[in-house]
Structure formats: structure tokens, C-alpha cells
């Protein structure tokens, strides 16, 4: 098993660092280039007749806004729900050699029980010196649960009632041209846990003694390591991504338990037509580990599909079908543009995931496969709304997002 890993940690830099590093802006990006694309923003001003004067643009800082408020269902059953999905974007530094900090703000709410206040910012201080990644989330987060691996069935679940908030921030310094690291702190405290069906005992039904009645609480520092090539986060052209966390929560910072974990993400983005770097015509790979050490780790806290960092895995996967100890997870994306104005594309994707917990890791793998349009929001970010649908076994799902799934 330790060796399995090892293996596959080896190849990661191997598969994302196998392309030469790019610049932030590529060379051939001009105002003429953006000015000959069409989003929806450019409809609008159309159809009102705005004719808005010229804006004066500033070199080294300009702000983009996405707003989309739209209804639809959130990761993890319980109906649909309000979203408003609004994503703001800002040069901290030069354009050519700064990536644009971005803080995105998606509250939703079910009229019901449910509702999320979910915070997440990345920024980019002049000339990428440091980077500043943060999460903030107060959540009423009902969510059906399956247990450890992939023992049960789909309809073989319970649902979990609790109260989540989480709070991370971390702070890289650039140690070279596009690698960074340093340290930062997370903290995750879950309250009123509990099954939402009274004959049954959660902690009875994933035969999981931690963290499954009453609440948690893990409070840690994380170590961090990050390569980043992209020339932009919100919609990556070429470039590549690897991102390292090793996590410590000791009992002095108030976890429950010691505990321990990893988390490994690659990520790959091939142009398939490198001389128009505004024309959608790209491959993308994403691949992560996620592994968490000690025998004491709540039930919450455990790996789980869906529960990324940005929650984005597992398109057409019902968010928690499968939690364990080790995840290991793979996607694929062809991503193109319909018409030449860059205002339609289309996006066609695959992923697997398997789980260590009632079978051993790389034994069950779980696939889900889909498609999905693109309709560009704003040109300035190369934001689009994304419109996916994604089936797996006795699972399928509509997802709608600002920005790509990574």
C-alpha cells in the first residue's frame, strides 16, 4: 500500500512539470485580442443600447466583477436551493508579471434548514512575491452519508444533520519563479451532529467512533508547498498546478485528537492550438491525493469526493458517496469554444475516484463521466457559466458555476 503511493507521488512532477513554464500573460495576449471576443456583459450594453464611454484602463490594477444569481441544487441531497454566485477579480501588481487575486463569495439557502456563507479568496501581491489563500465557511449543512469505502448501495445512506465552520489561511512566500511555500492555519468545528432519523445511530451505521454524535473540533497548521504556471486561475489556458499540504492538529490548539494529514493536487493544461491563447481549445488533467493519518480522525474530517478544497470533484458523484482514510482521484476535460467570438463553448469530462475503508484502496474504482456548455460571463477574467450534467451509477446530477470545475 505505502509503496502504491509512493509511486504515484513520484510521478506526479513528472506528469506536472513536463511543459515549460509560461509567462502570466503570454506575449501574444493584446487588448485587440480581448476586444474581438463577446460575453454576456456585451449583450446586455447591446440590447438596452448602452453606450458607455470609454473606460480608462489602468496598467497595473483593474476590478472585474461576476454576479449570477440563479436556483438550483447544492452538493449533497436535500432539495434545491438559492445560490448567488458572485466573483470578484483584481490586479494587485503588473499584469505581466502578477496573477489576478480573485475572492469569490457564493452564499445559498434551501427556504428550509439549510444554508451556506462560503468565502474564498486567492491573492496575488506585485509580482506574485506572496500569496494569500483563505476559506471561510459558516454552514447548516445537512448531508447524506454512506459510510466507510464503498460497502453499501446507493439507497443504503442516512442523513447527517450539523453545523459547520471552517476557517483557513495561509501565507507562501515565492522561493523561485512560480514555486512558493510556507505555513498556515486551519480550523474545522462541526456541532450538532447528528442522524436525522432517530432509529438510527450514526455512529452505529458507519461503525466510525469519532467525530459521528455531538461535535468535533481539529485546529491545526498546515505546511504548504505550491508550483503554479497558469495565467489565470479562473479559467487556466496552459500552464500547470501542484500543490502540497501537510496538515498537523495537535491537542494544544484545542483538536480533539492529534491527527495528521496529506493532500497532493496536480493539475495539466495542454493547449491544443497554442498560436490563439484566447481560443478555447485545451486538455486538462487533474489528479489528487488526499490521506489522513492516526486511527482518532473525526468522521467529518476524513477524505471524501466532493469535499476538495474548492469542492469541485466528482462531477455526476453524489457529494460524500465515498469517504475513507485514503482517496485518490482522477478527471480529464476537453474544453472548446463553439464560436469564434469565444461567447459559446462546450466541455466533455471524465473522473474516477477509489476509497480505502470497507476495501482496499485501488481495488473499487467509481467512475462518472458528462458534458457540459459554456456561456462567457466576462471576457476581461475569461469567466464563464458553466452549465454541467453528470451521470455515474444510480447517480446524476445538474451542476451550474461560475468559472471552471479547475
Known sequence: ??????????????????????????????????????????????????????????????VYFSVLPFGGTV???????????????????????????????????????????????????????????????????????????????NSDNVLVNYNYIRFYQSALKRIRPYFFAGIGYNLDFHSGIKSDDVN???????????????????????????????????????????????????DFLGSNDHWTSLYIDVRKYVPMNPGKPLQQNTLAFWSYLWTAFNDKVPYLDLPSVGWDPNNRSGRGIDQNRYRGRTLFY???????????????????????????????????WHPAVGSGLRVKFNKGTSTNIGIDYGVSKGYNSILLNIGEAF
Open 1 to 62: 500500500m505505502i509503496k502504491k503511493l509512493l509511486i504515484i507521488i513520484c510521478l506526479f512532477p513528472a506528469i506536472a512539470f513536463g511543459q515549460a513554464a509560461s509567462t502570466i500573460v503570454a506575449d501574444t495576449v493584446s487588448k485587440q485580442d480581448t476586444a474581438r471576443q463577446t460575453d454576456l456583459i456585451d449583450i446586455a450594453r447591446s440590447l438596452i443600447s448602452i453606450n458607455p464611454k470609454k473606460p480608462k484602463i489602468k496598467k497595473s490594477q483593474k
Open 75 to 153: 452538493p449533497g441531497g436535500n432539495g434545491r436551493a438559492l445560490v448567488t454566485s458572485t466573483t470578484a477579480s483584481i490586479y494587485f501588481g503588473p499584469l505581466k508579471t502578477t496573477t489576478a487575486s480573485t475572492a469569490t463569495f457564493a452564499p445559498y439557502w434551501n427556504f428550509k434548514s439549510r444554508y451556506g456563507l462560503p468565502l474564498r479568496t486567492s491573492v496575488w501581491l506585485p509580482n506574485n512575491e506572496w500569496t494569500i489563500q483563505g476559506d471561510i465557511r459558516f454552514l447548516r449543512y445537512p448531508q447524506l452519508t454512506w459510510g466507510l469505502g464503498t460497502a453499501r448501495t
Open 200 to 250: 438510527k445511530d450514526l455512529k452505529q451505521f458507519t461503525n466510525y467512533a469519532y467525530g459521528t454524535a455531538g461535535s468535533s473540533l481539529s485546529s491545526g497548521i498546515s505546511f504548504n508547498a505550491l508550483y503554479d504556471t497558469r495565467n489565470n486561475t479562473i479559467n487556466p489556458l496552459p500552464g500547470a498546478y501542484a500543490n502540497i499540504i501537510y496538515r498537523v492538529n495537535p
Open 330 to 364: 482522477l478527471e480529464s476535460e476537453y474544453r472548446r469554444d463553439i464560436t469564434d467570438n469565444g461567447l459559446l463553448g462546450f466541455v466533455v469530462f471524465t473522473n474516477v475516484n477509489t476509497v480505502s475503508g470497507s476495501g482496499t484502496l485501488f481495488k473499487s
